[in-house]
């Protein structure tokens, strides 16, 4: 890791007297604030806090089919040893009901004694007890009539059926069947992508607590605190105001904690409301499995014109999304994939069109790229094939094809008609293929595999563009509370959640530079629902971003207060730096300010906001600018296939990523290498299988993530250099929670190089590059 090149540390003016020049703690790297609990056991999460002797335990008991009706005789469980209640759709004493966009989620299906079931999984009823094992035990003496119906598994089976959860959608610029038809070279295939288990260390977790009144106190293991509050209220029939969303750090999330976390903290909170004790929902994993959602799988199908050197004339895409029994998400999921299906290229003639299909499996949800990853999957596989056609190196197909800067703005317009301003996704790729070596490995790979029999070896270079901002326009803002205490140490909230990435570090490294202070003078407390209100998600790689704008603009009222006290008038100047203020030709110590400004009652705390500028979408003209910025990557992945067996191993990868101005070079190193490794997983080796509308890889016996033996043992990461983001975000850095998770198309192209070099066809190759898979390729 070159920390070096990653973060030089030179002064940049943005050109905003709030975001000042670099310097203090920002731009450099610094551990995360939790680092030291995490390696030692003491970072508490949802399930650490102390247990009172009053806390009782709830066990959600789910359908063991995918389809029909239940009915249900809980009286022998009612009966059973240490069991306080059992809740089912009847007790909700406001709407039995979870769904997060719309309301077609049922929190638990049984209702006067039967339901309708839709995937298996889902949740039917819930025990209290005074012990966990006692509501598990209890739930094996409910007796469930079950009146099984054929089940909608697959992509396929629910094009057969017409089963849609959400209407087609189409987006497109030019005529692209004309084009195609016109072009001198044409192609098509499809290709299956697979979904994936957001498998975090910390599964779904809540705790709830009554309090006077209606009120109830939650801690939940939640990305988004306001829509579990609205949720938790919704189930209670209460105002939000009742409810109070507390989180103060998650074991993972990766989009799995967006919305599926509602219903551990719905089901816990109705449990405590009806026995006036705390409660507590923690689902085992492989519960969680099967209860909850995971990555969308996709089907994609493809045509492409082009010219006699790879050159894109039109491009049409089929889009096919397995969004499970119910909406989530997938509305949005899929219109990101949509967005992200020309990933870096410019197509004059582009249409994507998007089904979502209603399946009997759990509905599918968020997670990291939040549907960008699978279309970028697809146009990686249009170049591919073009290439494999022509006989030529992907890679000059993909230079061929790139944004570029110099472009007049009609080659740089993207088929739902945002111009790509920056475009410099070609730059990275050319100095990437420059310090990976690509072009002269390539040559050698090509003399390796003609002595080899049966191993052969690929490399692929890769890009990716990824759009920054929620592409639901409203989400996109975020609020703070900023508290100065007497003695000059500073509080900080906001609505960011830390599930491991770092915003809170990065939060505070801003508030530290704004007030000139060391890092350690500034505290960020548990995100609260009662502090700040109404916040969006920590999503769409904007936790960052936005949340220490909305902390920036709160420290800059106070700024602004305890200069106008300090020099006896408003609009003073003043400069906070090394623990000091000089403002009216005096220099006082941060804290001796402090207290004169509270002696002489000036408010020392400030709620700030922030809302994203530029951004708008017209959903129906298909139009618009959804994202603020592009955040840019590129990798170079070496691969190795065995022939015989299809195992695969990945031998090398070199990551040049743009972060623009680094907040925190340490720790935007480390997610960049997470997003890589959990993208290698998702594209090799994590396959979900369901049998009958049964889920069978549920657990890590029967489901494999990546581990340490599967990074590559040369593996050389970069923070782009030039990187500089032209908009004004937080001292000009970019998100880096998403775009590296697509720098692992790389493997999987790198995949496809070694069977094309084994006299198989890599356009045949779907995701994830399983063994098995493979010896279909070959």
């Given amino acids: ?173 030019g005529d692209a069947p004309a084009a195609i038809a016109a072009a001198p070279h044409r192609v098509s295939g499809s290709m299956e992508i697979g979904g994936q288990e957001h498998f975090a260390l910390e599964g779904q977790v809540a705790l709830a607590t009554p309090g006077e009144d209606d009120d109830v106190h939650v801690v939940s293991s939640n990305q988004h605190p306001s829509e579990c509050q609205e949720v938790v209220a919704r189930v209670l029939g209460v105002p939000n105001h009742a409810v109070t969303v507390e989180v103060r750090r998650l074991g993972g999330g990766f989009g799995g904690k967006e919305t599926q976390g509602n219903l551990a903290a719905a089901v816990a909170a109705l449990a405590a409301r009806l026995t006036g004790r705390p409660a507590k929902v923690r689902l085992d994993r492989d519960d969680d499995f099967i209860m909850t959602g995971k990555r969308h799988d996709f089907r994609i199908d493809y045509e492409a014109g082009f010219d006699g050197e790879g050159r894109l004339l039109g491009v049409v895409f089929e889009q096919h999304a397995r969004c499970g029994w119910s909406l989530d998400l997938s509305r949005a999921i899929a219109d990101r994939a949509m967005f992200h299906a020309d990933n870096a290229y410019f197509i004059p003639a582009m249409r994507v069109l998007s089904h979502r299909w209603r399946t009997n499996t759990c509905s599918n949800t968020a997670f990291r790229g939040f549907g960008g990853p699978q279309g970028m999957v697809g146009i990686e596989r249009v170049i591919e094939h073009v290439a494999h056609h022509l006989g030529r190196d992907p890679l000059e197909v993909r230079l061929l094809n790139a944004y570029r800067p110099e472009a007049p703005a009609t080659r740089r317009m993207t088929h739902y008609h945002m111009e790509v301003e920056d475009a410099v996704a070609a730059e990275m790729m050319e100095e990437l293929a420059g310090s990976a070596d690509y072009r002269r490995r390539r040559a050698e790979i090509a003399t390796w595999n003609a002595a080899s029999p049966v191993l052969k070896r690929g490399i692929a270079l890769t890009p990716v563009k990824f759009g920054i901002s929620f592409t639901t326009t409203f989400l996109n803002q975020a609020g703070a509370l900023v508290h100065v205490y007497k003695d000059g140490s500073v509080m900080i909230n906001h609505g960011g959640i830390e599930m491991g990435q770092g915003v809170y570090i990065k939060v505070a490294q801003v508030a530290a530079d704004a007030f000139g202070l060391p890092l350690e003078r500034v505290k960020i407390t548990a995100t609260r629902t009662d502090k700040v209100p109404n916040t969006s998600a920590t999503a769409a790689s904007s936790g960052a971003d936005m949340n220490a704008m909305a902390v920036l603009d709160a420290c800059e009222t106070i700024k602004a207060r305890l200069a106008a006290f300090a020099a006896g008038r408003d609009g003073a ?101 997470g997003g890589f490794i959990q993208g290698l997983g998702w594209l090799t080796t994590e396959e979900l299988y369901w049998d009958d509308g049964r889920l069978k890889t549920h657990a890590p016996s029967t489901y494999k993530i990546p581990t340490v033996a599967d990074r590559p043992p040369d593996l050389r990461l970069a923070i782009w250099a030039k990187g500089e983001n032209r908009e004004l975000t937080i001292r000009r850095s970019k998100a880096v929670g998403e775009p590296p998770f697509m720098l692992a198309i790389s493997a999987h192209q790198a995949i496809g190089a070694a069977v094309a070099a084994a006299g198989g066809d890599p356009t045949r190759l779907d995701a994830p590059a399983t063994p098995e898979r493979v010896l279909m390729s070959l």
């Fill in 1 to 173: 890791m070159d920390l070096p090149l990653a973060e030089q540390g030179r002064a940049h003016p943005d050109g905003a007297a709030a975001q000042g020049a670099a310097k203090g703690v920002t731009h450099h790297p610094h551990r995360h604030d939790s680092g030291e609990k995490h390696v030692a056991g003491r970072a508490v999460y949802a399930d650490d806090i102390a247990e009172l002797p009053s806390l009782v335990h709830v066990h959600i008991a789910y359908a063991g089919f995918a389809r029909g009706r239940v009915r249900v005789d809980l009286a022998a469980v009612r009966e059973a040893p240490g069991v306080l209640a059992v809740l089912t759709g009847d007790d909700a004493t406001g709407e039995n009901n979870i769904g997060p966009v719309v309301h077609d989620e049922p929190m638990l299906a049984v209702e006067g004694g039967a339901g309708e079931v839709h995937y298996h999984g889902q949740p039917l009823f819930a025990v209290v007890a005074e012990t966990r094992r006692a509501a598990r035990l209890a739930v094996r003496r409910a007796h469930v009539d079950e009146t099984p119906e054929p089940a909608i598994v697959t992509i396929a089976d629910a094009i057969r059926a017409g089963s849609r959860v959400d209407d087609d959608y189409v987006m497109a610029v």
């Fill in 573 to 673: 100047v003043a400069r906070f730096s090394g623990g000091a203020v000089e403002v009216a030709g005096r220099t006082l110590a941060f804290g001796d300010l402090v207290m004169e400004a509270y002696l002489a009652r000036i408010s020392l705390s400030a709620t700030g906001y922030y809302a994203t500028p530029k951004i708008h979408w017209d959903r129906e003209g298909a139009c618009g600018r959804p994202f603020y910025y592009f955040a840019y990557g590129a990798a170079v992945s070496e691969a190795a296939i065995d022939t015989l067996t299809g195992e695969t191993r990945l031998l090398r990868a070199d990551i040049l990523h743009d972060v623009g101005r680094s907040l925190n070079p340490a720790v935007d190193l480390g997610q960049i290498e």
